[in-house]
């Protein structure tokens, strides 16, 4: 079972997801034939989006050049919907299988924020990480396990790539947490009732 699987079948599972009140029919931003884009549920930032693929692959490094191009093409037209402040995005991932990683949901997912908070360059793994570019012909290896965290600008993604194996769950939250002097990182408990509904809100005025 796979909760993103769900969705990308039924978009209105989102309700029972988000309570009777949301009162939207679903949180898709953006859908294509291989992704989609959805408002993120228990964000500590706004905006906060995740962009996955339809097929169910674990990982970035798992999808094919079509796959990648329309990744890439959904995060160009985050950047068109000018809701980020800036016009380079802060991407993140927890690649691999759950089960040994740090990922909580065994389904491909980018999380996306602004990058003018500063999150990429908090991480450095120094020693621990390999630097690579990201297009849509380019990708690094599959590993098992990994973290990554990019910066997308101009059709690229500049990623820190991590293959150390940390299996420390929600890592990145409780990293972004930290940055921000919040103690708000879990996603079951961090959620702003009104956050998915300002976006979509945002979103639909561009």
């Not at 549920?41 to 094919?64: C, E, M, W």
């Not at 950047?79 to 995005?89: D, G, M, P, Q, W």
């Not at 991407?91 to 740090?102: D, M, P, Q, T, Y």
């Not at 990708?139 to 150390?164: P, R, S, V, W």
Request: aromatic letters at 12%; one cysteine or more; charged letters at 25%.
């Amino acid at each position: 079972m796979c909760i993103f699987c769900d969705e990308i079948k039924n978009p209105k599972l989102a309700k029972q997801l988000l309570g009777e009140e949301f009162q939207y029919e679903d949180r898709v931003l953006y859908s294509d034939d291989y992704v989609l884009a959805l408002a993120g549920y228990g964000p500590q930032v706004f905006p906060y989006v995740l962009v996955l693929t339809k097929r169910h692959i674990n990982s970035f490094a798992k999808t094919s050049n079509i796959e990648r191009a329309h990744v890439l093409d959904c995060l160009k037209w985050l950047v068109k919907c000018r809701i980020f402040s800036s016009s380079k995005l802060c991407i993140f991932e927890h690649g691999g299988a759950s089960i040994s990683g740090s990922s909580s949901i065994d389904h491909f997912h980018l999380h996306v924020i602004d990058n003018s908070i500063g999150f990429f360059n908090s991480i450095d793994w120094k020693n621990d990480q390999v630097i690579y570019k990201i297009t849509e012909k380019n990708m690094f290896e599959d590993y098992k396990n990994y973290l990554m965290i990019g910066i997308y600008e101009n059709d690229c993604i500049e990623a820190k790539i991590n293959m150390t194996n940390i299996k420390e769950p929600q890592y990145f939250r409780k990293k972004l947490a930290l940055l921000l002097n919040s103690e708000q990182w879990d996603w079951k408990t961090g959620m702003n009732s009104n956050y998915i509904s300002d976006l979509i809100a945002l979103i639909n005025k561009r």
